[in-house]
């Protein structure tokens, strides 16, 4: 019969799995943790990639893509969710008009691209979508992805009438631009900078007659919000010199 000690100092000199055998108990698993934390780090390397591809499908043709069979997608209202979450101070309260609270951002920028306008594509690599809101034909809206990166940049502008200006149907009413990107596009040596594709999207879409008047709005103010909610006013964007970023290749 073996004593008790002696099974107890042979149990120390063995392995994990030895002494769990030794004692009668299921051996232990042993994990290598340098294969765990890679595997992590697989992981998170495979989720981190946003794929916004989808999107590329509405663009032309034809001539003026496919804007509303873009919003009927069942991936668009999940996008607007995800890509958009700042606070905005400048649309109407939520559905119910109980609550008192503003929309949320996802939901203002559904509203401003209800109305189907265009889709633009630019360098196989940049997609802009415009719309308007029901019934409200000067409310206009303009989502712009940039479609490259593992974080792509995702921006909704609206144009928002100034109510102390002239009315809508007056040439000389005055209009605010929201900008809200989905991460800062900010600069250490230029709070307020754009991207190039951003601002031609921008004042491509800027330059545009409001639908059925003839009427070029006047944007008279430009207001940038940080994904925390912070606004930064800047000067109304004008057409970049120079579009940035390369022309990647077709799209299937």
Not at 67 to 76: K, S, Y
Not at 227 to 251: C, F, M, N, S
Request: glycine share 6%; proline share 10%.
């Amino acid at each position: 019969m073996i004593r008790p000690l002696y099974i107890s100092a042979l149990a120390l000199a063995l392995t994990p799995c030895a002494q769990a055998q030794l004692l009668g108990q299921p051996p232990l698993v042993q994990h290598d943790a340098a294969q765990d934390i890679n595997r992590i780090k697989r992981d998170k390397k495979a989720k981190s990639k946003e794929n916004v591809e989808w999107l590329w499908q509405y663009s032309p043709p034809p001539a003026d893509g496919r804007e509303h069979d873009l919003i009927q997608d069942p991936n668009f209202l999940p996008f607007l969710d995800q890509y958009f979450t700042a606070p905005q101070s400048f649309w109407g309260t939520d559905s119910s008009g109980r609550t008192g609270r503003r929309k949320s951002l996802a939901e203002t920028a559904y509203d401003f691209l209800t109305v189907p306008g265009k889709v633009w594509a630019d360098n196989n690599r940049y997609i802009t979508a415009t719309g308007s809101v029901f019934h409200l034909r000067t409310s206009r809206g303009l989502l712009f992805v940039d479609l490259n990166g593992d974080h792509p940049l995702a921006v909704f502008a609206a144009i928002d009438w100034i109510r102390d200006s002239k009315t809508t149907d007056q040439p000389d009413a005055e209009y605010t631009l929201w900008l809200f990107p989905n991460h800062s596009t900010a600069t250490s040596a230029n709070p307020a900078y754009l991207p190039g594709p951003l601002i031609h999207s921008l004042t491509r879409w800027m330059a545009e007659p409001v639908p059925g008047t003839g009427i070029v709005q006047k944007i008279t103010a430009a207001i940038v919000v940080d994904p925390d909610g912070t606004p930064h006013q800047i000067a109304v964007p004008t057409e970049a010199v120079q579009p940035e970023g390369p022309t990647l290749p077709k799209r299937k």
